[in-house]
C-alpha cells in the first residue's frame, strides 16, 4: 500500500472500510457524512504512513490510533472555521449574510454581555476565545497562575450562559 499498489488499497479498503467507519462513528458521535470524511482523511494518513506489523491485532490497534487521532483534528478544524465565521458574523463580515438571523443576534448579544463585564475578564475572554491564546500565555500577561486565570474563565463562561439561559430560554 504505501508503495502506492492500487491493489492492495483497493483490498484495504474493502477489508477494513466498515470497521473504520464505526471506530470514526465511536469516535465523533457524528453523522454519517462527518464520518465519512474522517474515514477519507484517516485513510490518506494511512496510506501514507504504513509500515508492516506482525499480525492484524497491532494493525488494528494502530488503525484505531489513526482513525482516532484523525477524528478529533477534523473536529478541531471545524471548531476553529466555525469561530473564525462567528467572529466574521459579530463584527459584520461577508459571512454574517449566510448566518441565520437567530444565531447572528445572539452572537451580538454574546459580544455586548462580554463588553459589560469586568474590563480585565472582558480582556481575558478575548484574549482565550477571540485570539486563541493559551492559559499560560495569558497568565503570563497579567502575573497570575494558569489556574488563577481558568478559574475566572470559568466563572465567567458560568456567568454568561446564565445570562444566555434567561435570554433566550433554550437549554443554551
Known sequence: MAA???KAIEAFYRDYFDWLYQKARRATGRDEAFCLDVVQEAVLRILRCVRPVEGERPFRAWLRLVV????YDVMKSESRRARREAVAAVA???DRRDAPLEWAEQLLWLRDQVADL???IARIVDLRF???WTLAKIARVFGLSI???DGRL???IKHLR???REEFDDGL
Open 130 to 132: 477571540h485570539q486563541s
Open 162 to 164: 446564565g445570562l444566555a
Open 4 to 6: 502506492g499498489d492500487e
Open 68 to 71: 482516532q487521532s484523525t477524528a
Open 147 to 149: 489556574g488563577t486565570i
Open 92 to 94: 459584520g463580515g461577508s
Open 118 to 120: 469586568d474590563p480585565e
Open 154 to 156: 470559568r466563572r465567567a
